[in-house]
């Protein structure tokens, strides 16, 4: 029967990730291991490599892609660049849980403070969103936000001038007086 | 007797028959109830939108009101099912219009619906009232437009779920300004912005508004202004919640939360500031529905102290960072809990250990009106599910799916059966079962044995022999859809009891042992089943050898023979 081919039969016992106080551990994980690869021999919807079966667990996909913290393995690295520092960085935007969280990362990563502070900062975050437009960061709400940006830039304050942008504290709200 | 009552006696005790399956039990006791059955009934509901053709359900029910279809399987919705499978719901469409049909009501689940099949059916029905589609695809903004231009008398439009392309138009200001029926309006699934100011007009005028949900593109002092025109709202959904705990919108939000005295649903929060949620305290004492599995910017410990304000939750839909201990809160709280869904919040396997056993036999403890059930875990014992049959014998819905789909019992090391089997037992109006873990033959024999009004069951990964699926077939008298992926049942089963499919709505087997030639002959033998083969890549050049596994089988029965609207890669047998 397909009994061998699917590798189901109950002598392979299948370790908790972690263990669980077995001595045999680590014979298992590779038990594991011989298992998925028989799959990927026999069956062409599973990838050996992930330990990810198709459609497992049943999550339906609406849910699937919205639902932001499953977007594992879906790492948003941006680009950030900032007026007057001689090199990029990169930013991971599925990580951060808001506007305040990014910004104080931002902050870390460049050694300045107060980036969008109203008056306290000479700098200004804006981002390129997916249309090519450079927008002021905070507008939006931030799952909006994290999935159409492209890249941020940290400008300088002096560079917007006269186009009279009043950003409020970003750390607290996001209300923009354009 | 009964052949002298008067027709109209029997239209009379017809109208008190409001189920199906009532109604179709009347309908076959004589020729005279047949009739008056068919042109008293105003609600359809068509299980599998291939069973049937519109045309001969339009010519047996002349009066349908209501349509309720459903298209594509079940397993469609974990991406087994490639595109452009079926399911189209144009034809029901044209065919209703061209019969001049009173259709009042639509809802579709997992059907394919185009703009157009949108536009025809806003511009033929002039009573039309209510719209339900859910996860359902095919569609775009343009579609809605013209459902909301057309329809004067539209009472309820409600996305859930659905992909929807936004073609960024304004297809909330295309509601005219004499609409003022509305009374559920639900858009939670659309990705695009809206006209926040012709929806504030719209709310306003819309005096009936009892269910609004909104998506994550109307900001939190749009959401403001709307509560409060709206304070008659029962259900409210709002995935783009206010951030800041000192702005002035949130004083706002707070102040008209507490007006909104008839809120007894809520769900959204897909954008949520944790220390935000405060504003809404006022309205958790009457919340008897919570969903906040979308949220995953809630942790634990504001989740809590929510939750403890929830004393009369019946419904709870959460993510598994609530952790057991969470669930223990639940379970202390909310003690008219009926239904409760725990989602997985990270899809890979080797995790952080979410819940496990011990939270849902809290939740079986404290919540003994529990009759619905689903359960991503992390791991699971026997002696847990025999815990939670004891406790909660009153399931009607119980799925458990584990994270490792063959993981044994967590402390023995044992397969599940038995636990599977303490739930069947003990809950004897179980409808609805899915089985994850390591299972063996045995929790099959179970299910056949004690599953009396079984009517859905989901295997996977599961079983070891034929004898399995045969228990399944031979025991469960009522069962309607069976669905099995990645199990060794082959053709021995699937040709046991040819005849037991013509009493089941669908079966579905994927990844299983069951070959070309068994399909082939349940096909010969049953013409009244549609044997659907689904191919996918190159393997299928040529004929195929009967010796050969078939990948994806669904088989359905049905009254209109093959379908003609199969794609290349569906092969009917």
Redesign the interface.
């Known amino acids: 029967?397909?009994?061998d081919g699917?590798g189901?039969e109950?002598e392979l016992?299948?370790a908790?990730?972690?263990g669980?106080g077995d001595p045999s551990g680590s014979m298992e994980k590779k038990e594991k291991k011989r298992?998925f690869s028989e799959f990927s021999s026999d069956?062409?919807?599973m990838t050996a490599n992930k330990?990810e079966?198709?459609?497992?667990?049943?999550?339906?996909?609406?849910?699937?892609k919205?639902?932001?913290?499953?977007e594992?393995?879906t790492k948003m690295y941006v680009k950030v660049s900032m007026d007057g520092a001689p090199f990029l960085r990169k930013i991971d935007l599925s990580t951060r849980?808001?506007?305040s969280c990014l910004l104080m990362d931002l902050e870390k990563l460049f050694g300045c403070y107060g980036i969008g502070e109203e008056d306290s900062s000479e700098y200004v975050p804006i981002y390129e969103d997916k249309d090519g437009d450079w927008m002021l960061v905070g507008d939006v709400?931030?799952?909006?936000f994290s999935r159409s940006c492209k890249r941020l830039r940290i400008m300088k304050r002096l560079d917007a001038k006269g186009i009279g942008l009043h950003a409020k504290d970003f750390h607290?709200?996001?209300?923009i007086e354009a | 007797m009964i052949n002298y009552f008067p027709e109209e006696v029997l239209w009379h005790v017809f109208s008190f028959l409001t189920s199906h399956p009532d109604r179709n039990a009347a309908s076959l006791v004589c020729k005279s109830w047949y009739n008056v059955e068919r042109f008293s009934r105003g609600k359809v509901f068509i299980g599998n939108c291939y069973a049937i053709s519109p045309e001969r359900m339009i010519s047996r029910f002349p009066r349908v009101r209501s349509l309720t279809l459903k298209g594509k399987p079940h397993?469609a919705?974990?991406?087994?099912i490639p595109q452009d499978w079926g399911g189209n719901v144009y034809p029901w469409i044209v065919a209703m219009a061209k019969g001049s049909t009173n259709l009042e009501e639509l809802r579709l689940k997992r059907m394919v619906v185009s703009d157009e099949s949108l536009e025809l059916l806003a511009k033929s029905f002039p009573n039309f009232k209510s719209l339900v589609l859910v996860?359902c695809e095919g569609f775009t903004t343009d579609g809605l437009a013209a459902i909301a231009s057309n329809c004067r008398f539209l009472r309820e439009l409600d996305l859930q779920?659905?992909?929807v392309e936004d073609r960024r138009g304004q297809w909330l200001s295309c509601f005219p300004d004499s609409c003022t029926s509305l009374s559920s309006l639900n858009f939670a699934?659309l990705k695009g912005e809206v006209n926040v100011a012709a929806l504030e007009r719209l709310v306003a005028r819309c005096r009936n508004l009892k269910s609004l949900r909104l998506n994550?593109?109307v900001?939190p002092d749009a959401l403001q202004k709307i509560l409060a025109q709206a304070p008659q709202l029962v259900d409210l959904g709002a995935?783009?919640f206010v951030?800041?705990p000192?702005?002035e919108?949130y004083n706002k939000l707070k102040n008209v939360m507490q007006k909104c005295s008839s809120i007894r649903s809520l769900s959204g929060f897909?954008?949520v500031?944790a220390r935000c949620l405060p504003s809404i305290y006022p309205i958790c004492i009457n919340l008897t529905s919570l969903n906040l599995?979308?949220a995953?910017?809630i942790y634990s410990k504001e989740l809590v102290k929510l939750i403890h304000k929830c004393k009369k939750l019946q419904r709870l839909w959460i993510?598994d960072t609530i952790g057991d201990k969470g669930l223990g809160v639940v379970a202390s709280t909310c003690k008219e809990l009926q239904e409760l869904r725990v989602?997985?919040?990270?899809?890979?396997?080797?995790?952080n250990v979410a819940v496990t056993e011990e939270g849902l036999v809290a939740i079986s403890a404290g919540c003994p009106n529990l009759n619905s059930l689903l359960y991503?875990c992390?791991?699971m014992t026997n002696a847990a599910l025999i815990t939670v049959a004891k406790n909660c014998p009153n399931f009607i819905r119980f799925r458990l799916?584990t994270?490792?789909?063959?993981?044994?019992d967590?402390v023995t090391?044992q397969?599940l059966d038995e636990g599977f089997g303490a739930i069947v037992q003990s809950c004897k109006g179980l409808k609805r079962l899915?089985v994850s873990g390591?299972l063996?033959d045995q929790v099959f024999l179970y299910i056949g044995m004690y599953a009396e009004q079984l009517e859905m069951l989901?295997i996977?990964?599961a079983g070891?022999?034929?004898k399995g699926m045969l228990y399944v077939l031979n025991g469960c008298k009522k069962l309607k859809k069976l669905e099995i992926?990645?199990s060794?049942f082959?053709n021995m089963a699937l040709l046991a009891d040819t005849g037991k499919y013509e009493t089941m709505r669908s079966l579905w087997m994927s990844?299983?042992?069951v070959t070309f030639g068994g399909c082939k002959t349940l096909a010969e033998k049953m013409p009244r089943l549609n044997v659907e083969i689904i191919n996918e890549?190159d393997e299928m050049e040529g004929r195929p050898d009967d010796r050969q596994?078939v990948e994806k089988m669904y088989l359905y029965r049905t009254l209109v023979g093959p379908r003609k609207d199969a794609p290349d890669f569906v092969w009917t047998l």
């Not at chain 2, 919705?77 to 087994?80: G, P």
């Not at chain 2, 994270?403 to 044994?408: A, D, V, W």
């Open positions: 029967m397909a009994k699917l189901l109950t016992t299948l908790l990730p972690g669980g298992v069956e062409t919807t330990n079966v198709v459609g497992w667990p049943p999550v339906c996909s609406y849910r699937r919205n639902s932001f913290s499953m594992e393995g849980e808001g506007y709400p931030w799952q909006m607290k709200g996001i209300s | 397993f919705d974990f991406n087994l996860s779920e659905n992909e699934c994550h593109a900001p995935d783009s951030h800041d000192e702005s919108t897909l954008d500031n599995s979308y995953p910017g993510l989602f997985p919040s990270d899809l890979h396997v080797v995790g991503f992390q791991q799916c994270l490792n789909p063959t993981i044994p967590a090391m397969p899915s390591l063996t989901s996977a990964f070891d022999s034929d992926r990645d060794p082959g990844s299983c042992g890549g596994k």
